[in-house]
């Protein structure tokens, strides 16, 4: 979770993966990735308090073959043995701390009980006090067609579009908007097509993708456009200029190998 400004802060519920690239001429030292990987949220400034934590586990991880001339890459995934985040983990949370909370779409039957419990949370709460969840659906395997009629912010990811039809990121948008409940927003990024969105008043936006240059590593990519477009919606910024910062991050992201210096 990070603090977007004031005194709450947004949580981000899933699971970490472990992503080693192999233009790197080094790989992390065996048993060390879970001191590693928190030791670099910290230094990007990711809280890690409620991180729950499973001995004798290991994240899962994808090897990562980039192709220097053009940033594309072939991934090679192994699940490995951590368990996904359960409700009862969650229920351990003080949810008056957060301003947002935004849902992976993977365990969707844990996930979904955990969503209720924020609507629960936001029935009694006063407007100023209540919580925006937001919810990517990415992989359609997950089934995470839940998130489509109860968040307030829908992430659709470009594969997932794709598997209902959707041949562009404006149709997409267009699509799931009229299922979404009449205050959500519907964000779709397409790659090198930009992005689109639209808000609870129906207008469209769409933005370029952001050109960096020259393209080294498109990992990551996705998650870093989503925590853009969280990062500009916490601070109240018009949906328009949301969509360009997010494409404008997700850009700067793919001219370099990782993600320091990204917060500047």
């Given at each position: 979770?990070?603090?977007?400004?004031?005194?709450?802060?947004?949580?981000?519920?899933?699971?970490?993966?472990?992503?080693?690239?192999?233009?790197?001429?080094?790989?992390?030292?065996?048993?060390?990735?879970?001191?590693?990987?928190?030791?670099?949220?910290?230094?990007?400034?990711?809280?890690?308090?409620?991180?729950?934590?499973?001995?004798?586990?290991?994240?899962?991880?994808?090897?990562?073959?980039?192709?220097?001339?053009?940033?594309?890459?072939?991934?090679?995934?192994?699940?490995?043995?951590?368990?996904?985040?359960?409700?009862?983990?969650?229920q351990q949370l003080d949810l008056n701390w957060y301003k947002w909370i935004h849902f992976e779409g993977r365990n969707m039957t844990e996930v979904s009980q955990m969503v209720n419990a924020v609507q629960e949370f936001n029935h009694s709460a006063s407007m100023e006090d209540r919580i925006i969840i937001s919810g990517?659906?990415?992989?359609?395997?997950?089934?995470?067609?839940?998130?489509?009629?109860?968040?307030?912010?829908?992430?659709?990811?470009?594969?997932?579009?794709?598997?209902?039809?959707?041949?562009?990121?404006?149709?997409?948008?267009?699509?799931?908007?009229?299922?979404?409940?009449?205050?959500?927003?519907?964000?779709?990024?397409?790659?090198?097509?930009?992005?689109?969105?639209?808000?609870?008043?129906?207008?469209?936006?769409?933005?370029?993708?952001?050109?960096?240059?020259?393209?080294?590593?498109?990992?990551?990519?996705?998650?870093?456009?989503?925590?853009?477009?969280?990062?500009?919606?916490?601070?109240?910024?018009?949906?328009?200029?949301?969509?360009?910062?997010?494409?404008?991050?997700?850009?700067?992201?793919?001219?370099?190998?990782?993600?320091?210096?990204?917060?500047?």
């Open positions: 979770m990070f603090q977007p400004g004031g005194d709450k802060k947004v949580l981000c519920a899933g699971l970490i993966c472990l992503d080693i690239l192999s233009v790197l001429d080094h790989y992390p030292v065996e048993d060390t990735d879970n001191s590693m990987v928190l030791d670099e949220m910290r230094e990007f400034g990711v809280e890690v308090d409620h991180v729950v934590m499973h001995d004798g586990c290991d994240f899962p991880s994808s090897t990562i073959i980039i192709n220097t001339h053009t940033g594309s890459r072939t991934i090679i995934h192994a699940d490995k043995d951590l368990p996904e985040l359960t409700f009862s983990q969650f990517e659906c990415e992989k359609a395997k997950y089934q995470p067609e839940y998130f489509i009629s109860t968040v307030d912010v829908l992430f659709v990811a470009k594969e997932y579009a794709q598997h209902h039809g959707f041949t562009t990121a404006k149709a997409a948008v267009h699509g799931f908007h009229s299922r979404v409940k009449k205050s959500a927003t519907v964000v779709c990024a397409w790659g090198e097509a930009g992005a689109d969105a639209m808000g609870p008043d129906g207008v469209h936006h769409h933005t370029d993708a952001y050109s960096p240059g020259q393209v080294v590593d498109t990992l990551g990519a996705g998650d870093t456009f989503n925590g853009a477009i969280i990062a500009a919606m916490c601070r109240s910024l018009p949906l328009d200029e949301v969509l360009k910062f997010g494409c404008r991050v997700a850009g700067r992201k793919c001219g370099q190998f990782g993600y320091r210096g990204l917060r500047e």
